[in-house]
């Protein structure tokens, strides 16, 4: 079973960026299709990004696209979501989520079972 430890959050000024990272451990990292959510305070959790397993897929929220850069290194175990041009709207606490799809990339949580802490980001505006 794989574990899921999200980093990089924080405080940033409207404008700005941050890079989060996960580190998994305890799993074959690129046997897994691998995605972030975030939940802003008082909503309900929303997909941000997914990647596959080769990094030839990947898939965005229609809010963050064109902003934000999801990526993997199987070689280090690490997950990435650049995000540039940050946003008020995007402050949240950011998850990274492990799973087993062999086709489309989900993007709902159901397809991930297995999840980080997650990691807070503050947008300043």
């Known amino acids: 079973q794989v574990q899921l430890v999200e980093s990089g959050g924080g405080l940033v000024q409207a404008g700005g960026s941050l890079r989060l990272s996960c580190a998994a451990s305890?799993?074959?990292?690129?046997?897994?299709?691998m995605g972030w959510f975030r939940q802003a305070s008082g909503k309900e959790r929303e997909f941000v990004a997914a990647?596959?397993?080769?990094?030839?897929?990947?898939r965005y929220a229609d809010s963050v696209k064109g902003r934000f850069t999801i990526s993997r290194d199987n070689s280090k175990n690490m997950l990435y979501l650049q995000m540039n041009s940050l946003k008020p709207e995007d402050t949240a606490v950011y998850y990274c989520?492990?799973?087993?799809?062999?086709?489309?990339?989900?993007?709902?949580?159901?397809?991930?079972?297995?999840w980080g802490q997650g990691t807070q980001v503050t947008v300043a505006s």
């Open positions: 305890g799993g074959t990292f690129g046997s897994y299709v």
């Open positions: 989520a492990a799973g087993w799809a062999t086709t489309i990339l989900p993007i709902t949580g159901h397809g991930y079972p297995y």
């Open positions: 990647i596959n397993r080769n990094s030839f897929i990947s």
